[in-house]
């Protein structure tokens, strides 16, 4: 401690950094999504945004997908949108979606289709100038920012 203030853990000060960084362009009132599973990646995305956002006289929003692929996989897509409220999210959606048609981009392929329709989807009706995506280090399929 120094100064009577806690140190804030390095990669918590690089990831508000970078989200301040994105987000740098939009104008006060702005709403910017965020997609959230509630795993780490996504949560931490969140939590960023959710402390720079109102800071930068931004509104923020989770959008929390639910695939339907599994079992209890409502319960897990409640738990998420819970944790977006917590997180102080002014706007929080679930949508349900329909990635079972494997087809020719197989089931991850398939399920990362709708997940990417849905979040459009809801940037379009909110309206929303950016939708901020996280993704694990090997998941080079999805960006890490969509700016619309």
């Not at 104008?27 to 949560?43: H, K, R, T, W, Y």
């Amino acid at each position: 401690m120094t100064g009577g203030q806690a140190r804030l853990p390095p990669a918590v000060a690089r990831a508000r950094l970078l989200v301040r960084r994105s987000l740098a362009d939009l104008s006060p009132g702005d709403l910017v999504l965020v997609g959230l599973s509630g795993g780490a990646d996504s949560l931490a995305l969140a939590a960023a945004i959710g402390f720079v956002a109102p800071r930068a006289g931004l509104r923020w929003g989770a959008v929390v997908v639910d695939h339907r692929l599994q079992p209890g996989s409502e319960r897990v897509a409640a738990e998420a949108a819970d944790q977006a409220r917590k997180l102080g999210a002014d706007l929080v959606r679930v949508e349900r979606v329909d990635a079972t048609g494997a087809g020719r981009l197989g089931p991850e392929g398939s399920a990362r289709e709708a997940r990417l329709d849905a979040l459009r989807r809801v940037a379009t009706e909110t309206p929303a100038a950016a939708v901020l995506l996280a993704h694990t280090r090997d998941d080079q399929a999805e960006t890490v920012l969509l700016g619309l």
